[in-house]
């Protein structure tokens, strides 16, 4: 089993790259070689078939390199041969592991390069390769590793293509039914790269409807626009046969339709032994000329025009992915600018780790700052409108979340709440620690309390002390509403830090921030607001009740006040017999008279007639009295007689006067000392440059210190983002070109395009359209080069201008115009 080296000639893969892209080419190949396509899939020619299809033959006659056919010999790997133009002549064999192996088999293989300066040594270099990969002739049959053949030499263009293992139709004695479908997957995994242009190779020897890789192909590229047809060993079928007129058919694009049509090659018979690929090219010429084959365009037919369509293909399909590749390498570098914006600057050493650090803490406290200050300028706030954004707001939360404390405190602080009207008022929250009680029923056990405290006090007074124990079980749900307070601002807060350092922070060092430094002082914190809420409440639990807010008398006043004036109002009610008393002036009236007459204003004597205690009043001749003195005994009498209930009422006016000032000083109390001195006042600390500038030199490398991991990682999206964006340049270099123009006069001809329109998403044509039309007759004909300045591609049918590029001569001539028609629709056999 020899491999064979053959040289090129400028008649074989010269043709398939003109000079005028000649760059571009060399640029896709340069980014291969750099290992973009480890990272996107580039556009390339991949060679596919049944096993013994005659794949590898086809293999050779693009390339020009021999490699193993014998009939009893297949391709038990992915074979990529990478032909380069360099002044120096050699070759290089690497393997490529598959993702599926193991690390460690990744490594091992990843290390196989070997580099020849002849070609002698090249089927030894190959069999150390499949050595490598486990691959013998009866141990392990197939492998989806990729062997990997880089050629150059002064007469090399730049061409990527790919060699796939054979289909297997069933299992053998050397293929097992785990190779056949590993074999199906390689090829299937290259075939549904949208950028490859498949070559599906189908034998004559064997009916074309039975043979894998029709079907596989049309999976994946169900409309054929990138797949090229090949038949293989026409010579095999009888001459005149019902056969031979079906592969005829098959070769015309009339039994299975591609967009890019089908070629016919003629493989030399691998049984004479030694050949050449002069000799090769005289016997197919002869076959075609001859017989049913005569009657095939020149242009499908052969070895030479193959190279002329896959040169066209080949280019336009880079052009036509240009836009859609740019935006892909665009894609996966703001992912990479991403994972290393997470992963920080590189920190080695002590010094970097710690002057991270502190960078870390003053751009933490910035945001904090902005954040209690209530400037929410940053970014980093987002929109109010989000909830992201409000929970980032730390002073519009804290303001909130006071505002809520004191009105769930007014409404729920009090042990027992005095009924309005004899029914508890539903309409508000209430706590399950509330005691719904009546004011009668609070008096009774005001009075029940004065009897078994009684001290020294004279009768109708209570001993003071008796206000401390009626507040202090009136102000029992405070500490239980107030401890939920400083939770929910807790809670709110280390939302808040959490999301401050994140911002600061990449992700590698977020983590071990906050466990090491953040979560331990914010826990303190809360202890601290803890602490100090149980000193604001001792004084209301445990001390005597003080104060010197004047609130206290006038509260107090205005309670006697209220008491007195209801008093006195039903009383007035009852003697002038009125439904109730609503202004300062009223107009009285009897019961008895009636109510739709306006009485008349009382008149007003010149002093109140106290010797007759009679106030008289005329109304429409009718005279009225009123006996004053009877109705000051009334008022008199309406004092109360019990001296129990009296100093019971006065308690109970005491106590809620006091509870009223002290619940304010109580929430003012939680919301300036609990909340913005011990929590807010604190949290810039929580990160400081003092802090970091104290810190060990351990605790900075556990913090900031990069693990094996992130190193790998950093090292590794770093090389992947100088690729990709050396990547991007070089495609940005040539958005603007556009492929393979031939003009031709015939129509027919015309419409023969060989055009891979495989990105569907990607180039739709406008201004500089691709046009790449198929070679004309004679397949000697060096094609012409240009662009299509406007207009819609030949592909949709529309009339386009040309800019023609004609050779240029000594003096360099301008080039020529000229503008054609295209056909309306395409034919249904382009082909």
Not at 173 to 195: G, I, N
Not at 534 to 561: C, M, V
């Amino acid at each position: 089993m020899k491999m064979v080296f053959r040289q090129f000639s400028t008649s074989s893969l010269e043709a398939l790259c003109a000079e005028e892209h000649l760059e571009l080419l060399d640029s896709v190949d340069t980014l291969r070689s750099q290992g973009i396509s480890h990272y996107i899939s580039l556009p390339q020619i991949i060679v596919c078939g049944d096993q013994s299809s005659g794949k590898s033959s086809v293999l050779e006659a693009i390339s020009g390199v021999s490699f193993p056919v014998k009939s009893n010999l297949c391709t038990r790997f992915p074979t990529e041969l990478v032909l380069r133009k360099s002044s120096h002549i050699g070759v290089k064999v690497s393997i490529v592991p598959h993702r599926s192996r193991s690390h460690v088999e990744q490594d091992a293989l990843s290390r196989f390069h070997e580099e020849l300066e002849s070609f002698e040594g090249l089927p030894t270099l190959i069999e150390n390769a499949k050595a490598a990969m486990g691959i013998f002739t009866h141990g392990k049959a197939f492998s989806n590793d990729l062997l990997r053949v880089e050629v150059s030499g002064p007469d090399r263009p730049h061409l990527t293509i790919v060699d796939l293992p054979g289909l297997i139709h069933s299992e053998t004695k050397l293929q097992s039914a785990a190779d056949v479908s590993l074999v199906q997957d390689v090829v299937q995994s290259y075939m549904k790269e949208p950028r490859s242009i498949i070559l599906a190779v189908v034998s004559a020897k064997n009916d074309f409807a039975n043979q894998i890789v029709l079907r596989l192909a049309r999976q994946a590229d169900p409309a054929g626009h990138r797949t090229l047809g090949v038949i293989t060993k026409p010579d095999t079928l009888v001459e005149g046969s019902e056969s031979e007129r079906q592969f005829v058919l098959l070769a015309k694009n009339e039994e299975v339709t591609f967009r890019l049509g089908w070629h016919v090659l003629k493989n030399m018979d691998t049984e004479k032994g030694n050949y050449n690929l002069s000799v090769r090219g005289e016997e197919e010429a002869e076959f075609f000329s001859r017989g049913i084959w005569e009657d095939l365009p020149r242009s499908h037919v052969g070895i030479d025009t193959l190279r002329q369509r896959l040169s066209k293909l080949l280019l336009g399909q880079i052009a036509a992915e240009l836009p859609s590749l740019i935006d892909e390498i665009q894609s996966k570098m703001d992912l990479c600018a991403k994972g290393l914006e997470n992963l920080g600057e590189p920190r080695a050493t002590l010094k970097e780790q710690r002057s991270y650090l502190l960078h870390i803490s003053q751009c933490f406290q910035t945001l904090v700052r902005s954040g209690l200050d209530g400037s929410y300028n940053s970014s980093f706030f987002e929109s109010a409108h989000s909830e992201n954004g409000y929970h980032k707001r730390m002073r519009a939360v804290i303001q909130n979340l006071n505002e809520d404390f004191a009105q769930h405190i007014n409404e729920n602080g009090h042990y027992r709440d005095i009924l309005n009207g004899g029914q508890p008022d539903w309409s508000r929250s209430s706590s399950a620690e509330q005691l719904f009680v009546s004011h009668e029923e609070y008096l009774q056990h005001i009075e029940r309390l004065l009897r078994r405290t009684r001290g020294r006090e004279l009768p109708g007074t209570f001993n003071p002390m008796i206000v401390n124990d009626l507040f202090k079980e009136q102000s029992q749900p405070w500490q239980r509403i107030a401890n939920a307070h400083v939770t929910k601002v807790w809670e709110a807060t280390k939302i808040f830090i959490y999301a401050a350092v994140a911002e600061v922070s990449d992700m590698a060092t977020l983590g071990a921030l906050l466990k090491d430094v953040v979560e331990p002082a914010l826990s303190d914190l809360l202890r601290s607001m803890e602490a100090r809420l149980t000193e604001l409440l001792e004084p209301h639990q445990a001390g005597h009740a003080i104060t010197y807010n004047h609130s206290f008398t006038e509260d107090l006043q205005k309670a006697r006040r209220d008491i007195m004036e209801s008093r006195f109002s039903n009383v007035l009610t009852n003697f002038f017999e009125v439904p109730q008393i609503t202004t300062s002036t009223n107009t009285y009236y009897n019961s008895n008279d009636n109510y739709n007459e306006q009485p008349e204003q009382p008149e007003q004597p010149d002093q109140p007639c106290y010797d007759d205690y009679y106030y008289s009043n005329k109304k429409k001749n009718k005279k009225r009295d009123f006996d004053l003195r009877k109705l000051l005994d009334s008022l008199l009498k309406s004092s109360e007689t019990d001296m129990i209930r009296y100093a019971a009422r006065e308690a109970l006016d005491c106590t809620l006067a006091y509870y009223k000032v002290a619940l304010k000083r109580f929430i003012d109390g939680v919301a300036t000392d609990v909340v913005e001195t011990t929590l807010t006042k604190s949290l810039n600390q929580l990160l400081s440059p003092i802090l970091v500038h104290h810190m060990s030199d351990t605790s900075v490398s556990r913090i900031a210190g990069e693990s094996k991991e992130n190193r790998d990682l950093r090292e590794q999206l770093s090389k992947k983002l100088e690729i990709l964006e050396s990547g991007s340049r070089t495609c940005r270099k040539f958005v603007n070109i556009q492929g393979i123009v031939t003009p031709s006069s015939d129509t027919q001809q015309t419409s023969d395009l060989d055009v891979p329109v495989g990105n569907q998403g990607g180039y739709q044509g406008g201004q500089n359209n691709l046009a790449v039309l198929s070679p004309s007759e004679d397949p000697a004909a060096e094609p012409e080069v240009g662009y299509v300045d406007s207009g819609l591609s030949p592909v949709e049918g529309k009339k386009t201008t040309e800019t023609v590029m004609r050779g240029k001569g000594k003096k360099g001539k301008k080039s020529k115009k000229k503008t054609s028609s295209m056909p309306s629709e395409q034919p249904a056999n382009p082909f």
